[in-house]
């Protein structure tokens, strides 16, 4: 198949076209806007016969048409991605996330091709930390930020695109990722890179807020899955039962770069800050066999560690503008 993949410079989309070049015979044209969360550096080393990338915005409607017309399949993972920024600037949420996701599937709709669509737990809305429960296909939208209302928002596009037009299309919502190649913004590479500065991990509120942990890979290997084997219209729900506390996860950095668990600062909450995201991937498992390769957290998380401290320069060059928009926001 010749796969279009939006977003294949980010963290995600970079990982995702790495496995489909060592685990496919397909060919990859990335189509990436390359904003400050893009790094063409992400797909250095793939070999250029079976890699296009091509840099431009998905917002283009020629350049989209172009390009679906001549791919068999689209993975769309472009997209405005950090619920701080979303806070602090809306617009390019809404101008990515849901105008974006539009001329995507115009293009599908017009050409035939088939698209999975990438999106978040977030969608759902949060869960009580003392909760046994956990999102399912049928729990019901209830997003709480700018990002994940424009989340949302695509998923519903998807939706009606299938239902109204005949769109071929399926959608998975996975839970937080880690790994290699992730923008020092986020969560664990923030933290783990504020060490290796000798600065300290900075929680947010009391950092007892949860989130499902998992691996990037473990995430792609389940959309290539229902690429090959998911069923029209269907949604997916990917998780690895990874629950863990932000305070249980800084505990872990810390103890594997050799400080104090302690060792961490309490600082500024995000305003509207999800409690807790748990997914029940029960229906992937069942219905396509996926199962999670990642199961220690702590293995993953170590070798992320050094993937970041062998990588310095490609994550150097973003550090101190982020340092400088957390100060700004107290966080
Ligand atoms: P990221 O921010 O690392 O990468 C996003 C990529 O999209 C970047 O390369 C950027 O240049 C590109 N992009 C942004 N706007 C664009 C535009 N208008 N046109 C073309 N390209 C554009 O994000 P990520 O963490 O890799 O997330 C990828 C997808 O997965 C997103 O759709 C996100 O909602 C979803 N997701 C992320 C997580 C997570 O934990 N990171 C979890 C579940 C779902
Ligand atoms: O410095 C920090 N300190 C901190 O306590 C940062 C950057 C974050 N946090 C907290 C906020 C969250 O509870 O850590 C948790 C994870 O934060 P993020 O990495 O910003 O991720 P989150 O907001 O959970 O969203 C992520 O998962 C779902 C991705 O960024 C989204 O793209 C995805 O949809």
């Known amino acids: 198949m010749r796969l279009l993949v939006t977003g294949g410079a980010g963290f995600i989309g970079s990982n995702f076209v790495h496995q489909v070049i060592q685990r496919t015979d397909h060919t990859v044209v990335v189509l990436d806007k390359l904003t400050y969360a893009g790094n063409r550096g992400s797909l250095d080393g793939l070999p250029e016969d079976r890699l296009t990338l091509t840099e431009g915005d998905i917002c283009d409607g020629g350049l989209v048409n172009a390009l679906v017309a001549g791919c068999d399949a689209v993975v769309h993972f472009a997209a405005e991605s ?33 698209l999975h ?7 759902y809305g949060d869960l009580e930390l003392d909760s046994p429960l956990r999102f399912t296909p049928t729990t019901p939208y209830n997003p709480s930020s700018p990002y994940s209302s424009s989340k949302a928002g695509s998923d519903m596009l998807v939706r009606a695109w299938v239902r109204t037009y005949g769109v071929k299309a399926t959608i998975s919502n996975c839970s937080n990722n880690y790994g290699p190649r992730q923008h020092v913004e986020k969560f664990i590479p923030r933290q783990i890179t504020n060490i290796l ?5 900075r929680l947010y509120g009391t950092g007892a807020n949860t989130r499902d942990w998992i691996h990037v890979d473990d995430h792609n290997a389940a959309v290539l899955a229902i690429l090959d084997h998911g069923k029209n219209g269907q949604t997916y729900l990917i998780g690895a039962d990874g629950e863990l506390s932000n305070r249980q996860v800084v505990e872990l950095i810390l103890e594997e770069m050799g400080h104090p668990p302690t060792a961490y600062d309490l600082v500024a909450d995000r305003p509207g800050h999800d409690l807790r995201y748990a997914i029940d991937a029960s229906k992937l498992r069942e219905d396509l066999g996926w199962r999670p390769v990642y199961r ?20 150097r060059p973003a550090k101190a503008a982020v ?7 107290g966080q």
């Open 296 to 315: 220690d957290f702590r293995a993953g998380l170590r070798a992320t560690i050094d993937w970041y401290r062998t990588n310095e320069a490609w994550w």
């Open 117 to 123: 669509h990438i999106s978040t737990d977030e969608v």
């Open 197 to 201: 500065d000798g600065a300290r991990p």
């Open 82 to 114: 950090h619920n701080d920024n979303s806070i602090t600037n809306p617009e390019p949420f809404i101008t990515t996330n849901l105008m974006g996701t539009f001329r995507i599937l115009e293009a599908v709709r017009r050409y035939g091709k088939r």
């Open 323 to 329: 340092e400088e928009k957390y100060r700004a926001a």
